[in-house]
């Protein structure tokens, strides 16, 4: 999260501003140490980077006076800190996208803002990840943390591809000056201990356009959309297990697809996603929609597609609560919901007109299960509640829409353990949290309003919903919460990884 920060003020503010970014004068670049453990011996698969810089600085002495009996008084010096605490606060301004910065500020990290920070770069992009479930438990909160992920790049060259497996471990809490004595002291022996990234590489012919993993972890899937049309089908238990045991030999059977859908023929797509049950839906930029059910240990992949669209298919997602149905979002401006069941392969409901531009993506609310939301090309991002899509006159009518970024949505979804909050990423270099349960009356409107001033004395329209924006990296591409760490997420980009959790969340 960037900020703005008077070179004077040597203090962070206690009160956190609820959009954590300042600027300040001078280089942000930190170097960055190798700390990758690379199992298949591709040194240039990516590193973490010690970009946030972690490290406690030797704490400052404060002079103390004596007088005649040896009573402890207190010096000038803590008047003229606390001095220098109140110009900060009054100095300090909060940084929004667009802003204008002075002449020689820059933007910096606010630590303070985040519970957990770590950046990983990469040798090639990847536009799409999917975190894979582990055995450590539900609800963990204790650091450091450890994940699993999957993901796919988009190399120079087709032959170059690879799928990627991730094993992020020690990832530790991030130290700054505002945290509690106790929680710094629980941390300070591990800051030597540097993020580690182990990996696991499949060749991959083709670009991976998307990832998705079936969260299982008794039986996890990986598969992957390629850009040559085929969509991929791994079998990765194994190989995840390989992370965790010393020695163990991955079988040649295991490095290659256990099996590949051919229904799209040479049309490539991005739409994708697996029911619990272990079927799989993919949709292809030519509109058409296909079905693949597991069989045991084998898969069939239907040859008649599901039409309606006009368009490229952009995402798909079951319903979370009736295993037959599910959603789709379109090029063509429409959101239309299914029904396997229907021998007519058509759609049961359309929203027309949902956006003004292509829609991107969708979340069906894994907890409160009539809300789905969609992002456009054109920046917007709306919430549906489905049991009333339409208003009296027929018009398509969103539940919450908001206008933030400035550029096209690449990625939603809701958080998996509170139903109200929405992560939100852009072409715009931003990643944003919502809240849709906060409603402020009239006192507390004002206050919002006031608080959101720049340093020029202009008002700036800050929905009240917004709880966070992160940047820092460059073209996000997607984004996930972690199924079983609340409040933490990955996000993928052209710059790489970020891998963090937030004090709003």
């Known amino acids: ?236 238990k194994q190989l995840m297990n390989t992370f965790d045991t010393p020695g163990a030999q991955v079988p040649t059977s295991a490095q290659q697809p256990m099996f590949t859908v051919a229904s799209h023929g040479r049309t490539e797509g991005y739409a994708m996603d697996w029911n619990a049950d272990g079927r799989l839906l993919t949709g292809d930029c030519n509109s058409q929609i296909y079905l693949t059910t597991r069989r045991n240990d084998s898969f069939v992949a239907d040859r008649t597609a599901f039409k309606g669209h006009t368009a490229s298919v952009e995402d798909i997602q079951w319903s979370p609560e009736e295993a037959s149905v599910f959603a789709t979002c379109s090029v063509d401006q429409t959101i239309k919901i299914w029904d396997v069941r229907a021998k007519n392969r058509n759609y049961a409901l359309e929203v027309p007109n949902a956006h003004d531009s292509d829609i991107n993506v969708i979340s069906w609310n894994r907890k409160t299960r009539y809300l789905l939301a969609s992002g456009g090309e054109n920046g917007d991002f709306k919430v549906w509640d489905m049991r009333k ?43 944003t949290l919502w809240d849709l349960a906060v409603e402020l009356d009239a006192e507390e409107e004002a206050r919002h309003r006031d608080a959101m001033v720049g340093s020029n004395g202009a008002r700036r329209d800050v929905p009240a919903q917004l709880l966070f924006i992160h940047q820092g990296q460059s073209q996000i591409k997607e984004l996930h919460w972690h199924p079983q760490i609340p409040g933490a997420l990955a996000s993928t980009a052209a710059s790489g990884f970020n891998i963090f959790k937030t004090i709003s969340v």
């Open 389 to 431: 899509w339409t208003d009296s006159n027929g018009r398509s009518t969103p539940a919450a829409e908001f206008k933030w970024h400035k550029s096209a949505i690449t990625s939603i979804e809701w958080c998996p353990t509170d139903e109200s909050v929405l992560a939100v990423s852009g072409a715009d270099d931003q990643i």
């Open 1 to 236: 999260m960037p900020k703005r920060q008077n070179p004077k003020a040597s203090e962070p503010s206690s009160e956190k501003a609820k959009i954590a970014a300042v600027s300040g004068k001078g280089s942000t670049d930190q170097p960055s140490k190798p700390v990758s453990m690379d199992i298949d011996g591709d040194a240039n698969m990516g590193e973490f980077e010690d970009a946030y810089d972690d490290e406690i600085e030797e704490e400052d002495m404060v002079e103390r006076n004596e007088d005649s009996d040896g009573v402890e008084m207190m010096g000038d010096d803590d008047d003229e800190e606390e001095e220098t605490e109140e110009v900060a606060e009054k100095t300090r301004q909060v940084y929004l996208p667009g802003d204008q910065l002075g002449e020689g500020e820059t933007l910096q990290v606010d630590n303070s803002a985040y519970h957990m920070l770590h950046n990983m770069s990469v040798h090639w992009p990847c536009l799409s990840f999917d975190f894979v479930p582990d055995s450590l438990g539900n609800s963990r909160s204790a650091f450091p943390h450890t994940m699993y992920a999957v993901a796919g790049t988009q190399a120079e060259r087709s032959y170059q591809n690879q799928v990627l497996l991730l094993k992020w471990s020690q990832l530790h809490r991030t130290i700054h000056d505002d945290m509690d004595d106790e929680d710094k002291d629980d941390d300070i022996n591990d800051l030597d201990e540097d993020p580690i990234l182990e990996t696991k590489t499949l060749r991959h012919q083709g670009g991976v356009n998307r990832v998705r993993v079936l969260q299982s972890h008794q039986s996890p899937l990986a598969a992957t959309w390629a850009d040559t049309g085929k969509v991929h089908i791994w079998d990765i």
